[in-house]
Each structure stands twice: as C-alpha cells, then as structure tokens.
C-alpha cells in the first residue's frame, strides 16, 4: 500500500467541520486526508445564509443549543468562541456584516469561506480527495478505510458527514451508520428548522403564499418572535423554523399577531376606526382581510358582548394552530438528533468505546438555532477534536 494512502489523521467529509477540523489537526503537524464523496467541498455552505453563509453568530452560547444532555456543548463552545473564527475571516480579508440578532454574514459570498477553509487545510499539508466513495470502515490496530480510490488507514478517524437535512446536495446516514458499527448509540433524528404544513382545514391559507407578519410563536414555554411566513403547503420564516425544532407533529403552535402592541389597545383603537383598518396596519391587507372574515365579530366592536371581545383578544394574542407535519428533512436546515453525546467526550469528542474514533459537527446529538449557531457548533466541535486527533 503506498505510503500516501497512510495518515495520522482521516477525515470523513468536506463540509465546513471536516475542512475546519483538517486544518486545525494539520498544523498541529498532524498528516491528514479528507474523503469527500461528492465532486466538490462545502455544498451545504455554499447555499446557506441565501448564499451569503452566515457564518457564525455574537451571540452563541449553550443556551441556543438542543440536545438530550444540553451540557455536553459548554466544553466545545468555550473554547473556540466566535471571536476566535471571526479572526480567521479578517485574517483572510473576508468582509462581513451583522444582518440582525448577533447573525454574521459575509458581504459577497459563501464562496469565500469555503474557499479560507480549503486555503487553511492546504497551508497545513492537508490532501482532500473529493468523488471518493467510501465502501467499508473497520478497525483492528488501525482504521481502515476501503474506498473507490483505494484503501486508506489512519491512527485517527473523523467522522464529520453531517446530517439528513438536504439529500439533494448529498446528505446520508452515512455517519450514523458508521457509529452504530462501532457500537454506538444514537438518539431520535428529526428534521429541524423546517417549515410546517397545514392540517386539511387550514390549507385555505395557502392561498396567500408569500405573505409575511411580525409574530411571537410559542410552544410549551419556549416562543421567538421574528417573522412568519405563508406558503402554499404551510408556514415557514424565521419564527417557524426556530420553534419547529421545539415542536412536534399534531402539536398547536400559539401565535401572537399583535406585534407587541398590548390587545385592548388595539381593539381600543378598533371601536373608533374599525378593525379591519387597525389590523391592517400591523398586517398585510390580505392576511388582515382573511383573518377578520375568520375570528371577528360581524357587529361594530361597541355591540360585542365581554365575553365577546374576550374571545377576539385571545385570537389576536394566542391563535391556535394545529400541524400535521413538517416538509421533511428536503427543506430542513439541520437534522435534530444524532450520535449520543453520552458515547463522546466533551473535551476531545472522542467515542469512549473506541479510542481514535470521533464525531463532529451535525452528525452529533447537538443543534443550534437558525442564525449562525451551527456553524459556529461545526468549528467548536471541529477544534476540540482536532487538538486530539
């Protein structure tokens, strides 16, 4: 076997984890190869954040993260911050900006940062191998690797294949599969950060696609406010994709559609102008029009009985909505779910069973909220292993 195909370090995937995690190993003089098995690195990158890539967020810290065992992140997000991968992007003179809520994104491209991680992995020595298919994983002294390039072995594996999220760029079960062979458990996978669809008596909405409202959407104890957004199918935007990850199938969603503006004073306002024309201020003409056929009083607001205007503000505070589902891992931004942390260390992200053997990024029982969050748990993930590997 040719020495080349020999490595300290073996990586499995080039998204933004496995690229990161090569250079970091790399310089530590670490010999690394990564196995890519599409044609090109960092496709998931390259879409997200619009194109943009919202790289990482000010904000992040464990409280933005699910998982069964939420301490399992702390260790990881300590110590690499967002400051520490903010100062790679300037160094690499990638301009950037905060849209809004501590979210970073880059003012050109994705590109770039795909293009900083592969910079940093080639000035570390790293070879990446993309249209590799891996047929077989084992281990006896070493780990072995059989691939449609030939066979690779490493003292360390790597394991950062991501999740479901987005089969059409080539996401698998890849990496769930590997860890389940080594004896690994894994918790329940879902999709999150994903639209929801309408129960058959709500679909009617579908006929205002494209239309948006400010609103506070809440399940259990747990609500962001940010924007809604109607689709054919369902609701999507902001608020519904963070609370998605909260939610489950048949469950109501509680929205607040009254943009921070305190019910009786809107319905205050109603009795002298109407509640169509208040309404109408906070919402698209169209939403507004639809709702009030819906859940107003079909009298001026001066005739409703208490129990009346009770009901109208409950409607306006917490309208009741039920889903079915959601549109599934094509259209979720993350897979919820995934290695148990409970088989890894939270320093090294290393599996207790199989020393050498690690799991990064979205392949682990980790995920953040929309916004920057999962990238920055890629890169945090991503060094703690590569200081071990």
């Given at each position: 076997m040719?020495?080349?195909?020999?490595?300290?370090?073996?990586?499995?995937?080039?998204?933004?984890?496995?690229?990161?995690?090569?250079?970091?190993?790399?310089?530590?003089?670490?010999?690394?190869?990564?196995?890519?098995?599409?044609?090109?690195?960092?496709?998931?990158?390259?879409?997200?954040?619009?194109?943009?890539?919202?790289?990482?967020?000010?904000?992040?810290?464990?409280?933005?993260?699910?998982?069964?065992?939420?301490?399992?992140?702390?260790?990881?997000?300590?110590?690499?911050?967002?400051?520490?991968f903010?100062?790679?992007?300037?160094?690499?003179?990638?301009?950037?900006?905060?849209?809004?809520?501590?979210?970073?994104?880059?003012?050109e491209?994705?590109?770039?940062?795909?293009?900083?991680?592969?910079?940093?992995?080639?000035?570390?020595?790293?070879?990446?191998h993309?249209?590799?298919?891996?047929?077989?994983?084992?281990?006896?002294?070493?780990?072995?690797?059989?691939?449609?390039?030939?066979?690779?072995?490493?003292?360390?594996?790597?394991?950062?294949?991501?999740?479901?999220?987005?089969?059409?760029?080539?996401?698998?079960?890849?990496?769930?599969?590997?860890?389940?062979?080594f004896?690994?458990?894994?918790?329940?996978r879902?999709?999150?950060?994903?639209?929801?669809?309408?129960?058959?008596?709500?679909?009617?909405?579908?006929e205002?696609?494209?239309?948006a409202?400010?609103v506070?959407a809440?399940?259990g104890?747990?609500?962001?406010?940010?924007a809604?957004?109607?689709?054919?199918?369902?609701?999507?935007?902001?608020?519904?994709?963070?609370?998605?990850?909260?939610?489950?199938?048949?469950?109501?969603?509680?929205?607040?559609?009254?943009?921070?503006?305190?019910?009786?004073?809107?319905?205050?306002?109603?009795?002298?102008?109407?509640?169509?024309?208040?309404?109408?201020r906070?919402?698209?003409?169209?939403?507004a029009?639809?709702?009030?056929?819906?859940?107003a009083?079909?009298?001026?607001?001066?005739?409703?009985?208490?129990?009346?205007?009770?009901?109208?503000q409950?409607?306006?505070?917490?309208?009741?909505?039920?889903?079915?589902?959601?549109?599934?891992?094509?259209?979720?931004?993350?897979?919820?779910?995934?290695?148990?942390?409970?088989?890894?260390?939270?320093?090294?992200?290393?599996?207790?069973k199989?020393?050498?053997?690690?799991?990064?990024?979205?392949?682990?029982?980790?995920?953040?909220?929309?916004?920057?969050?999962?990238?920055?748990?890629?890169?945090?993930?991503?060094?703690a292993?590569?200081?071990f590997?």
């Amino acid at each position: 076997m040719p020495d080349s195909f020999h490595h300290d370090v073996l990586i499995l995937g080039a998204g933004g984890a496995g690229l990161f995690c090569a250079s970091q190993a790399g310089l530590r003089g670490r010999r690394v190869a990564v196995l890519e098995h599409q044609e090109r690195v960092g496709k998931k990158i390259a879409i997200s954040g619009g194109g943009r890539c919202n790289f990482t967020n000010l904000n992040a810290s464990p409280a933005q993260y699910l998982s069964q065992n939420p301490e399992f992140c702390k260790s990881a997000l300590a110590r690499f911050s967002p400051s520490d991968f903010i100062a790679l992007v300037e160094k690499h003179g990638i301009r950037y900006h905060e849209k809004k809520l501590g979210q970073l994104f880059c003012d050109e491209s994705a590109r770039q940062i795909i293009q900083m991680l592969v910079d940093e992995a080639s000035r570390a020595g790293v070879q990446i191998h993309v249209q590799t298919q891996i047929l077989s994983v084992s281990k006896t002294d070493r780990f072995r690797v059989e691939t449609s390039r030939g066979t690779f072995t490493a003292e360390s594996l790597v394991v950062a294949t991501g999740g479901l999220s987005f089969p059409k760029l080539g996401a698998t079960p890849f990496g769930h599969q590997i860890a389940e062979k080594f004896g690994l458990q894994l918790t329940e996978r879902r999709p999150g950060l994903v639209p929801l669809v309408f129960a058959p008596q709500d679909r009617h909405w579908g006929e205002l696609s494209g239309v948006a409202l400010p609103v506070r959407a809440q399940c259990g104890s747990r609500s962001f406010e940010e924007a809604l957004l109607l689709t054919h199918r369902g609701i999507s935007g902001p608020a519904t994709l963070q609370i998605s990850s909260y939610w489950r199938e048949n469950q109501s969603l509680a929205l607040d559609l009254t943009a921070g503006t305190p019910a009786p004073q809107l319905l205050a306002e109603a009795r002298k102008s109407g509640l169509l024309p208040v309404l109408s201020r906070l919402w698209p003409r169209r939403f507004a029009e639809r709702w009030c056929d819906l859940y107003a009083p079909k009298k001026p607001l001066a005739q409703c009985r208490a129990e009346e205007l009770e009901n109208l503000q409950r409607n306006l505070h917490s309208w009741q909505m039920t889903f079915p589902g959601t549109e599934g891992y094509p259209k979720a931004e993350v897979t919820l779910g995934g290695v148990d942390t409970r088989e890894l260390s939270s320093k090294t992200m290393e599996a207790r069973k199989v020393p050498g053997l690690y799991f990064i990024g979205e392949v682990v029982d980790v995920t953040g909220w929309l916004g920057g969050y999962n990238f920055q748990w890629a890169w945090a993930s991503a060094h703690a292993a590569a200081q071990f590997a």
